[in-house]
């Protein structure tokens, strides 16, 4: 909730920014996020984490669209990016982005091992472990996000978080379950 009031007051200030300009929108753009209604993750004796993230207002990813999976490895809010070492992404096109915690910032690296699919409303993401330095406890955070491309890189117009605040407890070898309520997601224009 947090995080999006803050996205909330950027958009706004940069609207500021740009009092002067005007732009159009197009119509039956209202960008809903992918409601994020339940984050499931487990792991297998050979060390391989399967993500399961399932949304109930896409049978697909759409366009513009992707899954954030967050991971705070060290369970300490005060270190990483905003407490997060590691990011898995999850593109609409299928592709898959990882980035780990370099002391001041998060660096893309290789995806190795992982793999994932979007099907019937569910992400399906499998992740080896010692892509997470292979830590036994951890805490995780799914968030839904659509963005709008502004003819300038991009930007980011709603999400959805499952957990809704905070980060989500994993120990292994137990199965993590998180719900999270229907028609939550932040939508924009």
């Known amino acids: 909730m947090l995080l ?4 909330l007051v950027a958009l706004v200030l940069a609207a500021l920014a740009f009092a002067g300009s005007s732009f159009t929108d197009p119509i039956g753009d209202n960008n809903s996020a992918p409601d ?10 050979d060390g391989i984490l399967t993500i399961a993230v399932t949304v109930s207002n896409y049978q697909t990813l759409p366009l513009s669209s ?3 999976v967050w991971f705070d490895l060290d369970l300490n809010r005060r270190t990483g990016d905003d407490g997060d070492e590691a990011l898995v992404r999850f593109m609409d096109n299928g592709g898959i982005l990882f980035f780990c915690w370099a002391g001041s ?7 190795t091992g992982m793999a994932g699919s979007f099907t019937a409303g569910t992400l399906t993401l499998t992740v080896p472990k010692a ?7 951890f805490a995780v955070l799914g968030v839904g996000v659509r963005g709008q491309d502004d003819g300038d890189g991009g930007e ?3 999400i959805d978080l499952a957990p809704n605040s905070g980060r989500a407890r994993y120990a292994a070898p137990e199965l993590l379950s998180i719900t999270d309520p ?4 932040g939508g924009g224009t």
């Open 182 to 185: 229907v028609g939550d997601q």
């Open 156 to 158: 980011l117009v709603a």
């Open 131 to 137: 892509a997470l330095d292979n830590v036994p406890t």
């Open 4 to 7: 999006l009031a803050s996205m």
């Open 36 to 45: 994020v209604t339940a984050l499931s993750l487990s792991e297998s004796t």
């Open 105 to 111: 910032e998060l660096v893309r690296r290789p995806a």
């Open 66 to 68: 992707w899954v954030n």
